[in-house]
């Protein structure tokens, strides 16, 4: 089955540094790959959409110079939390698809903890 | 854009009952998506249903489509406490984006 591996699980980063969180499809190729934001208790908010190749597409309200997405590769999507702050702080959680018909396969996400 | 309401926002309920969830759209779905959570966890999935009138079980989950396409309901029976977790349901948006309802946190009490 579809495989979509998620890296850091969890980091700490210290406030005005920079993140990078990485999102692999393991045993597919994704052309298409979304980036999600979790706060507690609360529901899964698409920030954005990116093709393998071409700029991101950002949801409403998402700062696209805070959240850089790179989809460099059909099997690597990277988010970087640039000057991260304390209210950066949440579960990141990526997916991946394969083409258009297919299902979303998700990562197993990262905790994002800004001090 | 499309709305989902996802209902109830928690519940609990005593092991080896019954129990469903619902999720409603503003719009005709073009696919609806089911998935459990542990939270800080990944999704997993339970369920995709695309057509209208849809039905689709594995174990003791059912979930429906209804044949409008804008109603979908998840049904859980005997409830276990490994049925605990968030359930969220996912609006496939026309093949281009998932969305997802507030999610419905469920608790089982042994």
């Known amino acids: 089955g579809a495989v979509v591996s998620q890296h850091p699980s969890w980091v700490i980063c210290k406030s005005g540094t920079s993140v990078k969180i990485e999102c692999r499809s393991l045993?597919?190729?994704?052309?298409?790959m979304f980036w999600y934001r979790q706060f507690p208790k609360q529901s899964l908010m698409l920030m954005a959409t990116?093709?393998?190749?071409?700029?991101?597409?950002?949801e409403q309200g998402v700062e696209k110079d805070k959240f850089l997405i790179n989809h460099a590769s059909l099997t690597l999507s990277t988010l970087t939390v640039t000057s991260a702050h304390p209210e950066d702080s949440s579960f990141y959680i990526c997916?991946?698809?394969?083409?258009?018909?297919?299902?979303?396969?998700f990562g197993s996400g990262t905790r994002l903890t800004v001090v | 854009s499309q709305e989902l309401e996802q209902s109830p926002q928690s519940l609990i309920v005593q092991e080896g009952k019954n129990l469903t969830i619902n999720c409603t759209s503003s719009?005709?779905?073009?696919?609806l998506y089911w998935y459990k959570q542990k939270y800080g966890e990944g999704l997993i999935f339970l369920m995709m249903?695309?057509?209208?009138?849809e039905e689709k079980s594995h174990e003791k989950i059912t979930a429906k489509l209804d044949e409008k396409k804008q109603q979908s309901s998840l049904h859980i029976t005997a409830s276990q406490p490994s049925h605990a977790g968030i359930y969220l349901c996912?609006?496939?948006?026309?093949?281009?984006?998932?969305?997802f309802g507030a999610g419905t946190i469920l608790r089982v009490k042994s």
């Open positions: 719009k005709t779905l073009y696919g």
């Open positions: 045993d597919f190729q994704a052309t298409t």
């Open positions: 996912g609006a496939d948006q026309y093949g281009n984006k998932l969305v």
């Open positions: 997916s991946a698809r394969r083409d258009r018909g297919s299902g979303y396969t």
């Open positions: 990116s093709n393998e190749g071409s700029k991101a597409t950002y």
């Open positions: 249903l695309q057509k209208g009138g």
